[in-house]
């Protein structure tokens, strides 16, 4: 039996692509959003685990030099169930907005949620990072001076410094998980190879991350934990 004292902290951070191509995995995962925290909750009781308090925060990037503000849009952290009204709300207002077919915004955002406020509470920490992406991204460095002043301070300038962040975030680095359903080859790839602590789901670049389906997304998540 766990100890009464002991807590167990779980942030998750959803980045989501939020372009036109990706309308089935935004669908899932609004869908999602309506039994996210008691489907967790029964799937990780499933595994033995229990999480003493779960936060969650939702990322929606498009393509900033072409949306501009729109570009990028983040929640706060939700805490759950306390907030899941809210987080419910927040998924349901993602809008889909822009082209198919070329590289959008996703490595600032994995930047804007590699810096979350991430709670450094509890004897035990779990800070994961969900990123689905659907082409290949821009270079950090082409469009960090342009991200939304709300965002801009946390936005690392390069890929290195991005690299460099993931490896020495707060939480030590056995506490953090990244998630990628990308497709293979280019950025995501490279990353997947030379970070550690990151599982890739390879996609074919174009088809919406076709496939995908709720129950994987639960799995991976509850397999991270």
């Given at each position: 039996?766990?100890?009464l004292q002991f807590k167990y902290v779980v942030d998750v951070v959803l980045v989501i692509d939020a372009t036109n191509s990706m309308s089935g995995v935004i669908d899932m995962v609004k869908a999602s959003a309506l039994r996210f925290h008691s489907k967790l909750t029964l799937l990780l009781g499933q595994q033995g685990k229990t999480v003493s308090e779960m936060r969650v925060r939702c990322v929606a990037y498009r393509d900033i030099p072409d949306n501009g503000e729109r570009g990028l849009e983040a929640s706060s952290f939700f805490t759950m169930p306390r907030d899941e009204q809210q987080f419910r709300a927040w998924i349901s207002g993602i809008e889909l907005i822009g082209n198919t077919t070329f590289p959008e915004s996703g490595l600032t955002a994995l930047s804007l949620a590699v810096h979350s406020d991430w709670s450094m509470s509890g004897n035990k920490r779990r800070h994961v990072v969900v990123l689905w992406a659907d082409n290949d991204p821009h270079p950090i460095e082409s469009e960090w001076h342009l991200v939304?002043?709300?965002?801009?301070?946390v936005i690392d300038p390069s890929y290195d410094a991005l690299t460099d962040s993931w490896h020495a975030g707060r939480e030590p680095l056995d506490g953090r998980r990244l998630i990628l359903f990308a497709p293979g080859g280019g950025r995501w790839d490279s990353i997947a190879s030379h970070?550690?602590?990151v599982v890739h789901y390879p996609s074919v670049a174009g088809t919406g991350l076709s496939g995908t389906t709720e129950e994987e997304l639960f799995s991976v998540?509850?397999?991270s934990i």
């Open positions: 039996m766990m100890d939304p002043p709300q965002s801009a301070r970070w550690d602590n998540i509850v397999n």
